[in-house]
C-alpha cells in the first residue's frame, strides 16, 4: 500500500509539473501576445480587433453590470413564463438535494445492515431504494426538461430583442456598411446567442444547486460533528475560489478570441459560396483555398492555446476543487472521531461508529463535492463574460446605429495628405431631411462617402413629379452615392435634403433581389399576401403586371402563383431584372430610382416599360448609358467624378452629345 502510495505521489508530481509549465507557457505566450497571432496588430486577425476595441470580458464589476441588464431582457417582468421555469427548477434542484440526503441515510441502512447480518432490515431498505427509484428518476429528468426550456425562452427573449434592433429601419445595411466595429453579426445573432443562453442557465443550475447542498449538508453535519468542521469547509472553499478565479484570468478574452476568429473563417467561407461563379470565371481556386487555410491556421493557433490552457487549468482545477477538498473532508470528519474524549462517541459500540462515520463521511464528501462544484462554477462564470461581453458589444453597437451614431474614420487618407480635411467639415447626420410628397430637392448638400471622401462640395438641384432625370458620368463619380443619400443609407453630412417618404420612393438595382418565397413574393415583395390583398389587388392585376414587362409565361412555366422556386437561380439575369420593373409597377412610388436595371432587357422591351411608367405616373431617376433612353428623360444630371456636376434640360445637342 506505502509503495502504491509512493507511486501515486510521484505520478501525480510528475503531472503537476508538467501542468504548471504548460500553464506559465501559456500565460507567457498570452502575455507576449502584441508579437504573436492572437493579438497582432498588424495583421487582419479579425475585422473586430483591426476596426476598433474589442468589449472587455472578465468576472468583475463591469461583467454584473451587463448581466443585470442582460436578465432584464431575459425576465422581462415577475410573472412571467421564464420566472415560472426559474421557480420550478429551484423546486426539483431542492426536491434533489433531499433526495441525495434520503439516499446517503437509506444507503448507510443497508450496509449497516449488510455488516450486522440482519436479512431483514436489509430487505427493507432495500426495498425502499426500490421503490424511491422512479420518483428519483423522475426528479432528475424533470429537472432537465425545465433546465432545457428555460435554455430555450432565454434565446427566444434575446434573439427577438436584438432582431428588432437589428431589423429596425436601415441598421442590418449600416452595421456592415457604415460601422466597421462587428464583423460578423451572423453570428452574433445566432451561434453566441445560443451560447450565451445556455451558459446563463448553466451557470444558474451549477451555483443555486451547490448552494443548497451546502447549506443543508452544513446543517445535517452540524448536528453531527459541530459546526467547526464545515466552517474549515467553508474557509477552504473561500480561498481555493480565489486562488482558481485569479489563475483562469485569461480565459475570458481567450473565449471572446475564439469567436471572433470562428466568424472570421465562417465569413471567408460564406463570401467563397457567394461569389463561386464570379471566382469560378477568374480560376481564382488555389488563391481562395490559400485565404481560408490562411484564416483557419489562425483559429488552430488559437485553439491550440486554449487547449493547452484548458488542460493546465483542468489539472489545476481537479486538484484544487475535487482531491484536495476531498482531503480536508476526510481530515474534517475524523476529528469527532479520533477524539477518544469526545461524550458523543465515548459510549458508542462499533457498529453505531461505523453507522456515525458512514452517514457523517458520505455528508461531507457530498459537502466537498457541492464545495468544489462552486469553485468550478467560476470557470463557467469565466466563459460567460466572454460571451457577455460579445452580446453587449453587438447591443451597443445597435444602439448607437439607430440613435444615428456610427464609428469609422470619417477622413480618408487622401484627405488627410492633400489637407481637405481642414477645408471642409464633415459631422455624419448635421443636414435636414425635410419629408414632402411629389418632390426631390437637393440644397447645398456635400456629397460624401462614410470615409469621408468629398465627391461634390455643393450639390443643389430640384425635380418635381413628371420630370424624368438621366443621371450619367464615368463610374467612381458619384452615381450610386447619390442615391445612397437619397434612400437614407448614408449620412447627411450638411445642407436640407427634401424628399418623399421612404415607400414612396422605389429602387430598382441593376443585379435586382429574389426573395425566399413563391412567384407571388416576387412581385409583391416586401409586402406579404396579407397586404396585398389589404390593398385591394388581386392575383389577375399582378399577372397584367407580368404582362406588362412581357413575363407572363412565367406563371404557365414554373406551375403557378403558389410555386417556390430558388428564384435567384431559376431566372435568368433579364427576367430578374423584368421582375423588378414587374415589382415597381405594383408598389407605384412617387418615385424610382432605375440602376443600370434594364441593362440585360432588349431595347423594345425597355421602351415598354418606360412608357408604361410614364403613363402610371411614376417619376424616373434613371442610371444608363443606353442611347434609346434619353427621349424617355427630360433633364439630365452629369457628375463628371472631379467635384463637379450639371443639372440641365435634354435637349437635340445634349442627346448628341450624350451618345
Same mark, same amino acid.
Given at each position: 500500500? &506505502?509503495?502504491?502510495?509512493?507511486?501515486?505521489?510521484?505520478?501525480?508530481?510528475?503531472?503537476?509539473?508538467?501542468?504548471?509549465?504548460?500553464?506559465?507557457?501559456?500565460?507567457?505566450?498570452?502575455?507576449?501576445?502584441?508579437?504573436?497571432?492572437?493579438?497582432?496588430?498588424?495583421?487582419?486577425?479579425?475585422?473586430?480587433?483591426?476596426?476598433?476595441?474589442?468589449?472587455?470580458?472578465?468576472?468583475? @464589476?463591469?461583467?454584473?453590470?451587463?448581466?443585470?441588464?442582460?436578465?432584464?431582457?431575459?425576465?422581462?417582468?415577475?410573472?412571467? @413564463?421564464?420566472?415560472?421555469?426559474?421557480?420550478?427548477?429551484?423546486?426539483?434542484?431542492?426536491?434533489? #438535494?433531499?433526495?441525495?440526503?434520503?439516499?446517503?441515510?437509506?444507503? /448507510?441502512?443497508?450496509?449497516?445492515?449488510?455488516?450486522?447480518?440482519?436479512?431483514?432490515?436489509?430487505?427493507?431498505?432495500?426495498?425502499?431504494?426500490?421503490?424511491?427509484?422512479?420518483?428519483?428518476? $423522475?426528479?432528475?429528468?424533470?429537472?432537465?426538461?425545465?433546465?432545457?426550456?428555460?435554455?430555450?425562452?432565454?434565446?427566444?427573449?434575446?434573439?427577438?430583442?436584438?432582431?428588432?434592433?437589428?431589423?429596425?429601419?436601415?441598421?442590418?445595411?449600416?452595421?456592415?456598411?457604415?460601422?466597421?466595429?462587428?464583423?460578423?453579426?451572423?453570428?452574433?445573432?445566432?451561434?453566441?446567442?445560443?451560447?450565451?443562453?445556455?451558459?446563463?442557465?448553466? $451557470?444558474?443550475?451549477?451555483?443555486?444547486?451547490?448552494?443548497?447542498?451546502?447549506?443543508?449538508?452544513?446543517?445535517?453535519?452540524?448536528?453531527?460533528?459541530?459546526?467547526?468542521?464545515?466552517?474549515?469547509?467553508?474557509?477552504?472553499?473561500?480561498?481555493?475560489?480565489?486562488?482558481?478565479?485569479?489563475?483562469?484570468?485569461? &480565459?475570458?478574452?481567450? #473565449?471572446?478570441?475564439?469567436?471572433?476568429?470562428?466568424?472570421?473563417?465562417?465569413?471567408?467561407?460564406?463570401? $467563397?459560396?457567394?461569389?463561386?461563379? =464570379?471566382?469560378?470565371?477568374?480560376?481564382?481556386?488555389?488563391?481562395?483555398?490559400?485565404?481560408?487555410?490562411? #484564416?483557419?491556421?489562425?483559429?488552430?493557433?488559437?485553439?491550440?492555446?486554449?487547449?493547452?490552457?484548458?488542460?493546465?487549468?483542468?489539472?489545476?482545477?481537479?486538484?484544487?476543487?475535487?482531491?484536495?477538498?476531498?482531503?480536508?473532508?476526510?481530515?474534517?470528519?475524523?476529528?469527532?472521531?479520533?477524539?477518544?474524549?469526545?461524550?458523543?462517541?465515548?459510549?458508542?459500540?462499533?457498529?453505531?461508529?461505523?453507522?456515525?462515520?458512514?452517514?457523517?463521511?458520505?455528508?461531507?464528501?457530498?459537502?466537498?463535492?457541492? *464545495?468544489?462544484?462552486?469553485?468550478?462554477?467560476?470557470?463557467?462564470?469565466?466563459?460567460?463574460?466572454?460571451?457577455?461581453?460579445?452580446?453587449?458589444?453587438?447591443?451597443?453597437? $445597435?444602439?448607437?446605429?439607430?440613435?444615428?451614431?456610427?464609428?469609422?474614420?470619417?477622413?480618408?487618407?487622401?484627405?488627410?495628405?492633400?489637407?481637405?480635411?481642414?477645408?471642409?467639415?464633415?459631422?455624419?447626420?448635421?443636414?435636414?431631411?425635410?419629408?414632402?410628397?411629389?418632390?426631390?430637392?437637393? =440644397?447645398?448638400?456635400?456629397?460624401?462617402?462614410?470615409?469621408?471622401?468629398?465627391?461634390?462640395?455643393?450639390?443643389?438641384?430640384?425635380? /418635381?413629379?413628371?420630370?424624368?432625370?438621366?443621371?450619367?458620368?464615368?463610374?467612381?463619380?458619384?452615381?450610386?452615392?447619390?442615391?445612397?443619400?437619397?434612400?437614407? *443609407?448614408?449620412?447627411?453630412?450638411?445642407?436640407?435634403?427634401?424628399?418623399?417618404?421612404?415607400?414612396?420612393?422605389?429602387?430598382?438595382?441593376?443585379?435586382?433581389?429574389?426573395?425566399?418565397?413563391?412567384?407571388?413574393?416576387?412581385?409583391?415583395?416586401?409586402?406579404?399576401?396579407?397586404? !396585398?390583398?389589404?390593398?385591394?389587388?388581386?392575383?389577375?392585376?399582378?399577372?397584367?403586371?407580368?404582362?406588362?414587362?412581357?413575363?407572363?409565361?412565367?406563371?404557365?412555366?414554373?406551375?403557378?402563383?403558389?410555386? !417556390?422556386?430558388?428564384?435567384?437561380?431559376?431566372?435568368?439575369?433579364?427576367?430578374?431584372?423584368?421582375?423588378?420593373?414587374?415589382?415597381?409597377?405594383?408598389?407605384?412610388? !412617387?418615385?424610382?430610382?432605375?440602376?443600370?436595371?434594364?441593362?440585360?432587357?432588349?431595347?423594345?422591351?425597355?421602351?415598354?416599360?418606360?412608357?408604361?411608367?410614364?403613363?402610371?405616373?411614376?417619376?424616373?431617376?434613371?442610371?444608363?448609358?443606353?442611347?434609346?433612353?434619353?427621349?424617355?428623360?427630360?433633364?439630365?444630371?452629369?457628375?463628371?467624378?472631379?467635384?463637379?456636376?450639371?443639372?440641365?434640360?435634354?435637349?437635340?445637342?445634349?442627346? !448628341?452629345?450624350?451618345?
Amino acid at each position: 500500500m &506505502a509503495a502504491v502510495s509512493k507511486y501515486l505521489t510521484a505520478k501525480q508530481c510528475s503531472l503537476a509539473g508538467a501542468a504548471v509549465i504548460a500553464y506559465f507557457l501559456c500565460k507567457r505566450r498570452l502575455g507576449q501576445g502584441h508579437s504573436q497571432t492572437l493579438y497582432r496588430k498588424g495583421e487582419a486577425v479579425g475585422k473586430s480587433e483591426k476596426n476598433g476595441p474589442t468589449e472587455r470580458a472578465a468576472v468583475d @464589476k463591469v461583467f454584473f453590470t451587463r448581466m443585470l441588464r442582460l436578465i432584464k431582457i431575459l425576465v422581462p417582468q415577475p410573472f412571467c @413564463k421564464e420566472v415560472g421555469y426559474l421557480l420550478f427548477i429551484a423546486a426539483l434542484l431542492v426536491a434533489r #438535494t433531499f433526495c441525495d440526503v434520503w439516499m446517503i441515510h437509506n444507503g /448507510t441502512m443497508i450496509e449497516s445492515a449488510i455488516i450486522g447480518r440482519s436479512s431483514e432490515a436489509f430487505k427493507r431498505y432495500l426495498l425502499n431504494f426500490a421503490t424511491a427509484m422512479p420518483a428519483i428518476s $423522475l426528479v432528475n429528468n424533470f429537472l432537465k426538461l425545465g433546465l432545457n426550456q428555460l435554455k430555450l425562452c432565454f434565446r427566444v427573449r434575446l434573439t427577438h430583442h436584438l432582431y428588432d434592433e437589428y431589423l429596425k429601419g436601415y441598421t442590418y445595411y449600416k452595421i456592415g456598411n457604415l460601422d466597421n466595429r462587428i464583423a460578423n453579426p451572423d453570428q452574433l445573432l445566432t451561434q453566441d446567442v445560443e451560447k450565451f443562453s445556455n451558459s446563463v442557465v448553466d $451557470l444558474y443550475s451549477n451555483i443555486s444547486k451547490p448552494l443548497l447542498d451546502i447549506c443543508i449538508y452544513v446543517l445535517k453535519l452540524a448536528s453531527a460533528i459541530g459546526f467547526q468542521g464545515p466552517l474549515y469547509m467553508l474557509s477552504y472553499l473561500v480561498l481555493s475560489g480565489l486562488l482558481l478565479t485569479r489563475m483562469r484570468r485569461p &480565459a475570458s478574452h481567450m #473565449t471572446v478570441t475564439e469567436q471572433t476568429f470562428e466568424g472570421e473563417y465562417r465569413y471567408v467561407n460564406s463570401r $467563397l459560396i457567394t461569389n463561386s461563379e =464570379e471566382i469560378a470565371f477568374y480560376n481564382g481556386n488555389v488563391r481562395e483555398k490559400e485565404i481560408i487555410q490562411t #484564416t483557419f491556421q489562425k483559429l488552430v493557433s488559437h485553439l491550440h492555446s486554449f487547449i493547452y490552457f484548458r488542460f493546465s487549468m483542468g489539472f489545476v482545477d481537479s486538484i484544487i476543487a475535487k482531491y484536495i477538498a476531498m482531503v480536508v473532508g476526510y481530515l474534517v470528519v475524523s476529528r469527532p472521531f479520533l477524539d477518544l474524549s469526545n461524550p458523543r462517541h465515548r459510549h458508542s459500540t462499533h457498529s453505531q461508529l461505523l453507522e456515525d462515520y458512514y452517514q457523517s463521511g458520505r455528508m461531507l464528501i457530498s459537502l466537498a463535492q457541492a *464545495l468544489g462544484r462552486m469553485v468550478l462554477a467560476g470557470r463557467e462564470m469565466t466563459r460567460l463574460s466572454g460571451f457577455t461581453a460579445r452580446i453587449t458589444q453587438i447591443q451597443k453597437v $445597435l444602439k448607437d446605429l439607430n440613435q444615428g451614431r456610427y464609428e469609422r474614420t470619417m477622413v480618408s487618407q487622401q484627405a488627410r495628405e492633400t489637407g481637405e480635411a481642414d477645408r471642409i467639415s464633415l459631422v455624419p447626420g448635421s443636414g435636414t431631411i425635410v419629408h414632402s410628397d411629389h418632390i426631390i430637392r437637393f =440644397e447645398h448638400i456635400p456629397l460624401a462617402t462614410p470615409n469621408g471622401d468629398v465627391l461634390i462640395r455643393d450639390l443643389s438641384f430640384e425635380v /418635381t413629379s413628371g420630370t424624368n432625370v438621366l443621371v450619367c458620368g464615368p463610374n467612381g463619380s458619384g452615381k450610386s452615392s447619390l442615391f445612397r443619400v437619397l434612400g437614407e *443609407l448614408w449620412p447627411l453630412f450638411g445642407g436640407c435634403l427634401t424628399k418623399p417618404e421612404r415607400g414612396k420612393l422605389f429602387y430598382v438595382p441593376q443585379r435586382p433581389y429574389m426573395t425566399l418565397g413563391t412567384l407571388r413574393d416576387q412581385v409583391i415583395y416586401p409586402d406579404t399576401v396579407h397586404q !396585398q390583398r389589404q390593398k385591394g389587388i388581386s392575383d389577375q392585376v399582378l399577372k397584367e403586371y407580368l404582362a406588362a414587362v412581357q413575363l407572363e409565361h412565367i406563371l404557365q412555366r414554373e406551375g403557378g402563383w403558389d410555386t !417556390q422556386q430558388d428564384w435567384m437561380d431559376i431566372l435568368s439575369g433579364g427576367e430578374k431584372q423584368r421582375m423588378a420593373m414587374a415589382r415597381l409597377f405594383y408598389h407605384k412610388p !412617387q418615385f424610382a430610382i432605375l440602376d443600370e436595371c434594364t441593362s440585360a432587357v432588349s431595347v423594345d422591351v425597355e421602351d415598354y416599360i418606360y412608357t408604361h411608367c410614364k403613363n402610371v405616373g411614376i417619376t424616373l431617376f434613371t442610371v444608363s448609358h443606353r442611347k434609346s433612353l434619353w427621349k424617355h428623360h427630360k433633364y439630365y444630371l452629369h457628375i463628371d467624378g472631379r467635384g463637379g456636376y450639371e443639372f440641365k434640360p435634354i435637349t437635340e445637342e445634349t442627346v !448628341q452629345f450624350g451618345s
